[in-house]
């Protein structure tokens, strides 16, 4: 069992960049996928990045794709979501979960979740 942790969201103007890290304790961390989701107001959750338990492959949503850039590192236990060339729309809590998964961008197959970090993007 893993308890994910994010952090590093905050307040960006468009065309900036952020980095959310998601920590994850617990000894199994590196046998799980790593999913990040984004859930803006009114809006329902919608899948952001993903990747697999070894980091070998990832999986993007297209609204990101060429922007964002999710990696991880097992010795510490964290994944990274690099996040440039930020949008407006690109704002929303974004969330970090962790599962054994086949379908990466289908939320209800992560089984572990973080609280989120709350991502602005102003235009």
């Known amino acids: 069992q893993v308890q994910p942790v994010e952090s590093g969201g905050g307040f960006v103007q468009a065309g900036g960049s952020l980095r959310l890290s998601c920590a994850a304790s617990?000894?199994?961390?590196?046998?799980?996928?790593i999913g990040w989701f984004r859930q803006a107001p009114g809006k329902e959750r919608e899948f952001v990045a993903a990747i697999s338990w070894s980091g070998g492959s990832t999986y993007y949503a297209d609204s990101v794709k060429g922007r964002f850039t999710i990696s991880r590192d097992n010795a510490k236990n964290t994944v990274y979501l690099q996040m440039n060339s930020l949008k407006p729309e690109d704002t929303a809590v974004y969330y970090c979960?962790?599962?054994?998964?086949?379908?990466?961008?289908?939320?209800?197959?992560?089984?572990?979740w973080g609280q989120g970090t709350q991502v602005t993007v102003s235009s």
């Open positions: 617990g000894r199994t961390f590196s046998s799980y996928a």
């Open positions: 979960a962790a599962g054994s998964v086949f379908y990466y961008s289908d939320s209800a197959e992560f089984d572990y």
